[in-house]
């Protein structure tokens, strides 16, 4: 998905092979010479092959210098859907481990199928360091590798972004605002579900309307909008965080790149990992997770995934806290705060944003 991709997005949606593996993206070959082990592992494109930079190639490399085992990336142009798709049509998901879900992929989930997609993780060393408020799943599947907060990134050379939200709806910021389609972007739902925790379920729409009659101009992906906020369209877009530390790491002027966290809050919007119900490898794939929550794999996973890591024993660079900004106040809803709600959320924004 979108997710710290900051020069390509994932890509577009494409329909499922429910026959085999065509539409999937494979990194690694899916057999080994030496008899050793084969984990498959799904997980969003840019996790492996963003241009700027990514965690996938990295991980490959250690993990197999490390275990008797051959890592393979499959990256399904539909991402997590592609295995939803296979589940409901009683096809082999043909995937050990899932890498990159978050809460509301997993109400999808839950909500779509009857079997289960996701088995229990069981007992994985180093699961006790992760972060509080950062674990999603009540059932105890999905363990979170890396979380980020979505703020409003802005350009400070032309405007100073406002300290809440009513600020966004004032004369001096209209047309000021890009973000994206909640529908259809994790970045943009994550901002809208913070007006929902800000306004409540009965007047977030409301407010919506009040940033529609100010010009926000939403766009359909996160690349999208990050991309026309970058070639100066507007000076504030709904992004992440850690959006300085992509922009130090390659020598931008970082006064364009100041962040702002509306009310003081930032969303947070945890990446989990989740082995599948009858995985070949099982057992591998936790050892896979195990190796994911290491102090240092995390630091790299973050630093390289321009994300926060999830555990508290993370080894980041001296510099990392300069530039990878926290919230004063991290927000978010819990996966059973979302059942039930998030989808109806989403469509009623769709059906006003259309309307009006």
């Known amino acids: 998905m979108e997710r710290r991709s900051f020069l390509a997005a994932a890509g577009a949606t494409v329909a499922t092979s429910l026959a085999g593996c065509s539409g999937i993206g494979t990194t690694g070959e899916t057999s080994t010479e030496s008899g050793g082990r084969t984990l498959v592992v799904g997980t969003y494109s840019p996790f492996i092959d963003a241009p700027s930079s990514s965690p996938g190639a990295w991980l490959k490399e250690q993990f197999e210098s490390e275990f008797d085992a051959r890592l393979v990336w499959q990256t399904p142009s539909n991402e997590l859907n592609h295995y939803i798709e296979r589940k409901k049509a009683g096809v082999d998901v043909e995937a050990d481990l899932y890498v990159g879900l978050n809460a509301d992929d997993l109400v999808r989930v839950d909500e779509t199928l009857d079997e289960s997609l996701f088995t229990d993780a069981g007992d994985v060393s180093g699961q006790s360091d992760v972060k509080d408020g950062l674990t999603f799943d009540p059932e105890g599947r999905a363990v979170p590798f890396d979380t980020g907060y979505i703020s409003l990134v802005f350009d400070g050379t032309s405007t100073t972004a406002p ?28 901002f809208m579900l913070h007006t929902v925790k800000q306004f409540g379920a009965d007047g977030y729409l409301d407010y919506w309307a009040d940033l529609q009659d100010n010009d926000v101009r939403v766009l359909g992906s996160w690349d999208d909008s990050y991309s026309a906020w970058s070639e100066g369209e507007a000076p504030i877009v709904t992004s992440y965080s850690t959006d300085r530390v992509y922009a130090n790491r390659y020598d931008q002027n970082l006064e364009k790149h ?30 896979f997770m195990q190796f994911l929550l290491r102090p240092e794999v995390q630091g790299e996973i973050a630093v390289r995934n321009v994300s926060f890591p999830a555990t508290t024993d993370a080894k980041l660079p001296s510099d990392y806290a300069e530039f990878a900004l926290e919230p004063p106040d991290p927000v978010t809803f819990s996966y059973d705060e979302l059942q039930g709600s998030v989808g109806e959320w989403v469509d009623d924004w769709s059906q006003q944003f259309a309307q009006n």
């Not at 003081?264 to 490898?281: D, K, L, S």
Request: charged share 30%; aromatic share 6%.
């Open 163 to 190: 300290e809440d939200f009513e600020g966004l709806l004032a004369e001096e910021h209209a047309g000021d605002l890009i973000t994206q389609n909640p529908s259809s972007s994790d970045t943009g739902r994550a």
């Open 258 to 287: 100041r962040i702002r966290f509306l009310n003081e809050q930032g969303y947070a919007n945890p990446e989990g990992m989740a082995v599948f119900e009858n995985a070949n490898e099982p057992d591998l794939a936790r050892e």
